[in-house]
């Protein structure tokens, strides 16, 4: 057996000095993007009919600000009416029961299978199809009737369409983050006595979170901007507030621009949640003991040491 | 005679047209440590699985302190055991993994607690301080605060098996727990196990350490294609085996 090399101190030989590799393709690529940059914002400067004086007029006014907040609350009912019915679904598609699984996947191939601008329509005129809506016995007599064209408002119809669109994907996205649980953490938490709603909800579903996070917030970014599909049925959110005023002052661009940096400002403000969110059910993955963790360790030890 | 803590008479498993256990036929009394050797694709997995009802079994009879696993007999008939009844048989038996199957998103101290919390309804704080005697027992009290990743796999299992005695289980299965680990990392997880010995626990050792076996063992129990071949004293089974398929077993282990 022969020992390791071991180089003595003394011995330790100069660091490397060589010439580093040219990347004249690097300069040659950054020089372009400077010149397209430079043309790009020269225009937006320039150009006259940025008109960014209106732009600066109706960022904050009144119809804009009312849309942006009917803007977030589909957002959020909708992604919530999408989570919550997604996790439904994903269990559903789990399940031994195979009436149960293949309904959820029926659902699902629907769901996704239509453009969700389709179902938005469907939606809004679909007292059309059912005028009165019966709650009752099942096939027997019913005790409300209430009227379906006053109980579906345009808004209405928009939370529908994009929530139960939502949850067909995010079906499919809490069912591989379940997917990518190992099945020894059931059978752990199994051999604990733990139920199978316990086992779901304490050991699957926030480990499962890691992987559900990540796509989950794209799908609310995603769904920010579709909102803005509702504008097609009169709903007055941030586009349609917009629609609203350039129909009437013909600022077509400056308005659209207002609405634009609206979005871009939510989308920015959700990037950073969906941070935060990655960050807290990243607990566990990582060797690196954390500052918060150091706290918890030594909170563990005091009470033992006084109550001996 | 006292009843034994697991009784098996002609237990058969089958997965699809695959017959993994043909008809096993043993006895645990309270207190006696079961060391389970053979081949691997003997059963003895499958077995340790269905003694806790993470399998079924197609044939035979199989209970646990008397009870039968997974049914209730109700004259002539068995009616399987609703959900919760398993859940709950399953909480007086504990079990310890190959691949520790820690709760990966909890602290040592969480994976304790977790299941005497939320199974038993012990109080948080009787149950915390019950956990940190246990981790102490197993040697790890210093890493109460540590995620499984920031431990070794000797310091995993270990903690695996403090989890599994916060349950206060009467029998203790033990699915070949050093078979994951790094050779120096063994000892200390078998040192634990052999003080559980020592104090009296009833186990069911599915392993491959034939010298765990012989020292800490009651019965050693050889197992080979979904059949017991041969069950005795360690120092009979394994000093002189009766049947060539353990003789030739033990040669290539020893």
Redesign the interface.
Same mark, same amino acid.
């Given at each position: 057996m022969s020992s390791p090399e071991v180089t003595s101190p003394a011995g330790r030989p100069d660091d490397i000095v060589a010439v580093p590799v040219r990347h004249p393709g690097r300069w040659v690529a950054a020089g372009v993007v400077v010149v397209i940059g430079a043309a790009i914002i020269r225009s937006i400067v320039t150009n006259p009919h940025f008109e960014w004086g209106i732009v600066g007029e109706y960022l904050f006014a009144t119809p804009i600000l009312e849309g942006l907040v009917v803007t977030l609350e589909l957002t959020v009912i909708a992604m919530v009416i999408g989570v919550l019915f997604g996790v439904v679904l994903a269990v559903m598609r789990r399940s031994s029961n195979p009436l149960v699984s293949r309904s959820s996947w029926l659902y699902i191939w629907f769901f996704r299978g239509t453009p969700v601008l389709v179902q938005l329509l469907f939606w809004y005129n679909i007292a059309a199809l059912y005028p009165k809506l019966g709650i009752g016995i099942p096939f027997g007599p019913a005790f409300v009737h209430p009227d379906v064209n006053s109980l579906i408002t345009a808004f209405r119809a928009a939370v529908l369409a994009l929530g139960l669109n939502e949850a067909a994907y995010m079906a499919e996205i809490v069912r591989a983050g379940m997917i990518s649980v190992?099945e020894?953490?059931t $059978?752990?938490?199994?051999?604990?006595?733990?139920?199978?709603l316990?086992t779901m909800q304490?050991?699957v579903l926030?480990?499962a979170m890691r992987v559900i996070i990540p796509p989950t917030g794209n799908e609310t970014i995603s769904m920010l901007k579709t909102t803005s599909l509702a504008s097609t049925i009169a709903v007055a959110e941030l586009l349609y507030s917009a629609q609203l005023i350039y129909s009437r002052t013909y600022k077509v661009i400056p308005l659209l621009i207002v609405a634009s940096i609206w979005y871009i400002v939510c989308t920015s403000i959700l990037y950073v949640g969906q941070y935060y969110l990655e960050r807290h059910?990243g607990?566990?993955?990582?060797?690196e003991?954390k500052a918060r963790?150091?706290l918890?360790?030594e909170n563990?030890?005091a009470p $033992?040491d006084s109550?001996l | 005679m006292s009843v034994p803590m697991v009784s098996a008479e002609g237990v058969h498993k089958r997965f699809g047209r695959l017959e993994v256990l043909r008809g096993i036929t043993l006895n645990v009394d309270p207190g006696e440590v079961m060391c389970l050797l053979g081949p691997s694709g003997s059963g003895k997995s499958t077995f340790l699985r269905c003694i806790?009802h993470?399998e079924k079994i197609n044939a035979g009879r199989l209970m646990v302190d008397g009870d039968l696993v997974g049914y209730r007999q109700q004259g002539d008939r068995l009616h399987e055991l609703r %959900?919760?009844e398993v859940?709950?048989k399953?909480? %007086?038996?504990?079990?310890v993994?190959q691949?520790f199957?820690?709760?990966?998103?909890?602290?040592a101290?969480d994976n304790v607690t977790?299941?005497p919390i939320?199974?038993?309804g012990i109080a948080r704080e009787t149950a915390r301080?019950r956990a940190?005697e246990l981790l102490g027992q197993v040697g790890l009290a210093?890493k109460?605060?540590?995620?499984?990743?920031?431990l070794s796999g000797g310091q995993q299992q270990r903690v695996?098996i403090a989890?599994?005695l916060a349950?206060d289980p009467k029998l203790m299965l033990f699915d070949e727990p050093t078979s994951a680990l790094d050779p120096e990392l063994v000892g200390d997880v078998l040192q634990v196990m052999k003080q559980l010995a020592a104090d009296g626990m009833t186990m069911v050792v599915v392993t491959h350490e034939i010298g765990f076996a012989r020292e800490v063992a009651d019965t050693v129990v050889f197992m080979d294609d979904g059949v017991v071949v041969e069950s005795g004293p360690p120092a009979q089974v394994l000093g002189q085996p009766r049947h060539e398929r353990t003789r030739a077993f033990l040669s290539k282990v020893l």
């Open positions: 190992d020894g953490q $059978h752990a938490a199994q051999s604990l006595g733990m139920s199978r316990q304490r050991i926030p480990q059910y607990r566990g993955s990582s060797r003991v963790q150091w918890k360790m563990l030890s $033992h109550g | 806790n993470l %959900e919760s859940a709950r399953r909480a %007086e038996i504990g079990m993994f691949h199957n820690l709760f990966p998103h909890m602290t101290m977790c299941a939320r199974v038993k301080a940190t210093d109460a605060g540590s995620y499984p990743v920031q695996a989890r599994a349950m």
